[in-house]
């Protein structure tokens, strides 16, 4: 059974440009959450989607940034018109249906993006 | 406000030696907790949960952690280290009252002398 998968691994943009980060969640896992890790901090929340659904992004920047889930195909975290600020870890982790066990939440290996 | 307190950024133990890693948090709900490993350039790793019942937990790679309802402490303890436990540790906590959103420690990061 494949973890949770995100790609691309490693990402560098430079200031002004588009970063579209994927993530695929476990198997038989319907929620989608998303961190970010900036240098020497712990992981903080950004947002929470289940399909076609955006449940909680409290921690979501106004502006610049969005998340999908789609029916089909993998999360979607989009920053536009990236600055050096966003570079950091983001991280994706996946959760089963509540019914389920939904407390506990799977990460995939992350994206680090370099913003130039 | 919830919050989560790792007071240790580095700890360093010699090879063999017991090994205990202090969390502490703030929560105004009823808290489920979580202990998290990530080696360098890697995701996180779940190594143990507390949701209810027995307050000492077992996880994997001989890690266990006691919940302490009244200090409010998650911490995680290893009987004897080995070189390879060597990474950042990670305590979280989170609550279907507060949406599921993990809220997490800054993180402690265990050197092993060999």
């Given at each position: 059974?494949?973890?949770?998968?995100?790609?691309?691994?490693?990402?560098v943009?430079?200031?002004?440009?588009?970063?579209?980060?994927?993530?695929?969640?476990?198997?038989?896992?319907?929620?989608?959450?998303?961190?970010?890790?900036l240098?020497?901090?712990?992981?903080?929340?950004?947002?929470?989607?289940?399909?076609?659904?955006?449940?909680?992004?409290?921690?979501?920047?106004?502006?610049?940034?969005?998340?999908?889930?789609?029916?089909?195909g993998?999360?979607?975290?989009?920053?536009?018109?990236?600055?050096?600020?966003?570079?950091?870890?983001?991280?994706?982790?996946?959760?089963?249906?509540?019914?389920?066990?939904?407390?506990?939440?799977?990460?995939?290996?992350?994206?680090?993006?370099?913003?130039? | 406000?919830?919050?989560?307190?790792?007071?240790?950024?580095?700890?360093?133990?010699?090879?063999?030696?017991?090994?205990?890693?202090?969390?502490?948090?703030s929560?105004?709900?009823?808290?489920?907790?979580?202990?998290?490993?990530?080696?360098?350039?890697?995701?996180?790793?779940?190594?143990?949960?507390?949701?209810s019942?027995?307050?000492?937990?077992?996880?994997?790679?001989?890690?266990e952690?006691?919940?302490?309802?009244?200090?409010?402490?998650?911490?995680?303890?290893?009987?004897?280290?080995?070189?390879?436990?060597?990474?950042?540790?990670?305590?979280a906590?989170?609550s279907?009252?507060y949406?599921?959103?993990?809220?997490?420690?800054?993180?402690?990061?265990?050197?092993?002398?060999?």
């Amino acid at each position: 059974n494949a973890g949770v998968m995100q790609n691309p691994r490693h990402l560098v943009r430079r200031r002004g440009q588009e970063a579209r980060l994927r993530c695929s969640p476990m198997k038989g896992h319907s929620h989608v959450y998303w961190y970010r890790q900036l240098p020497e901090e712990g992981l903080k929340f950004m947002v929470y989607l289940q399909k076609e659904n955006i449940i909680d992004e409290s921690g979501m920047p106004k502006e610049r940034f969005s998340a999908e889930f789609p029916k089909e195909g993998p999360s979607i975290l989009r920053i536009q018109q990236v600055v050096r600020g966003d570079s950091a870890a983001y991280f994706c982790a996946s959760s089963p249906p509540v019914s389920s066990g939904g407390e506990t939440q799977y990460f995939g290996p992350g994206t680090r993006l370099l913003v130039l | 406000a919830q919050s989560v307190t790792q007071p240790d950024i580095h700890i360093t133990v010699s090879e063999g030696a017991s090994l205990e890693l202090r969390c502490n948090y703030s929560y105004g709900a009823t808290p489920y907790l979580f202990w998290y490993v990530q080696s360098p350039g890697q995701g996180l790793q779940l190594l143990l949960k507390y949701f209810s019942g027995d307050t000492l937990v077992q996880g994997i790679k001989g890690f266990e952690a006691e919940f302490k309802r009244s200090q409010s402490s998650f911490n995680l303890r290893k009987p004897s280290v080995h070189w390879s436990d060597a990474a950042e540790y990670f305590c979280a906590v989170g609550s279907w009252e507060y949406g599921n959103k993990l809220v997490f420690g800054a993180g402690t990061i265990l050197r092993v002398k060999s």
